[in-house]
């Protein structure tokens, strides 16, 4: 398997902290091993997509649900080194 450093955005998150309900957005990096970028692509949203930290937080309607994007997608040669 490959090894892939895959940018991810994030927007329209809707979540409550410190009392306040408010939309968010922001930036992550995933480290994933995949086949090929098509694979990494969606290992690393699914992984992001799984997450309790984010998902027992959302606020979302399914009318309004929040959106991952991938930004940029690089080829490694190993993960060593790397703070995962």
């Given at each position: ?44 949203v ?19 649900a ?15 080194g790397?703070?995962?």
């Amino acid at each position: 398997m490959k090894k892939y450093k895959v940018f991810v955005r994030g927007q329209n998150f809707l979540l409550n902290l410190n009392g306040k309900t408010e939309r968010f957005g922001f930036y992550t990096t995933r480290f994933v091993e995949a086949q090929d970028e098509n694979q990494a692509e969606n290992e690393a949203v699914s992984t992001l997509r799984a997450d309790p930290r984010l998902r027992n937080r959302l606020l979302n309607r399914q009318s309004d649900a929040p959106m991952l994007f991938v930004e940029e997608i690089t080829e490694l040669d190993s993960f060593d080194g790397l703070n995962m």
